[in-house]
């Protein structure tokens, strides 16, 4: 099982920058791909951003060219870059992380426990 530690939320002035960071921890574990999700009161959970484990990116077309998402697999810590906030980037940040472990190396998911981001207008 792979437990994940998120920081970096909180309050911000629209225009404003925050770092997210996401760091994995467990044993025996090989991370496949690391993502950010975001849900907003009343909305259903979405993709802000993904990164493979060989570092190709897809982004949500509401934050491409503001958010910027990158990992450190020695940390197996996943970044979420947003600059250029918004009132509508007010979420709650979520960091997804699929990975194998042995014995059987089946696909699994783990989600952390989700970081306010408020942006004032």
């Known amino acids: 099982q792979v437990q994940l530690v998120e920081s970096g939320g909180g309050l911000v002035q629209a225009g404003g920058s925050l770092r997210l960071s996401c760091a994995a921890s467990?044993?025996?574990?090989?991370?496949?791909?690391m993502a950010w999700y975001r849900q907003a009161p009343g909305k259903q959970r979405e993709l802000v951003a993904g990164?493979?484990?060989?570092?190709?990116?897809n982004y949500a077309d509401s934050v491409k060219g503001r958010f910027t998402v990158s990992r450190d697999n020695t940390k197996h810590t996943v970044y979420l870059q947003m600059n250029g906030l918004k009132p509508e980037d007010t979420a709650v940040y979520y960091c997804?992380?699929?990975?194998?472990?042995?014995?059987?190396?089946?696909?699994?998911?783990?989600w952390g426990q989700g970081t306010q981001v408020t942006v004032s207008s």
């Open positions: 997804n992380v699929k990975y194998v472990s042995p014995p059987y190396y089946y696909p699994e998911n783990s």
């Open positions: 990164i493979t484990s060989g570092g190709k990116t």
């Open positions: 467990g044993s025996a574990f090989s991370i496949t791909a």
